[in-house]
């Protein structure tokens, strides 16, 4: 049997309730957003360290992108995945309130102020 993972699976089959998973994605991209601050800064610093030592990033040389900037793009990846998965847990909270004020309208009941 494969693991299941929040961020993947559906929110129902995982926790049960959508409103459940949210704050865990909302959590997993606060890391990410703090990670891709983190590799922004030591991607300007080791710029920095290689123009100052006039060396050159053979990596970068070989391939056209340093391996910061390889996980800086995957960063990035992980954050718009995280910020599309967080839109369709609203989505679909928002969806079962309409349907659950569209049902309170049909039986009669109705929230007070």
Known sequence: MA??????????????????????????????EALLHSLLAARSE???QS???????????VTGRSSLDTAI???KRMIEHLDA?????T????VKAANVLR???RSGLHARA
């Open 91 to 94: 989505a679909r909270v928002e």
């Open 3 to 32: 693991p299941t993972c929040a961020l993947t699976e559906p929110a129902a089959d995982v926790a049960g309730s959508t409103t459940e998973v949210m704050p865990e994605i909302s959590s997993q991209r606060s890391a990410a």
């Open 46 to 48: 080791c710029e920095a």
């Open 85 to 89: 998965r967080l839109a369709a847990a």
């Open 73 to 75: 793009a995957s960063t």
């Open 103 to 105: 049902q309170n309208g």
């Open 51 to 61: 123009d100052r030592l006039n060396r050159a990033d053979l990596y970068k040389a």
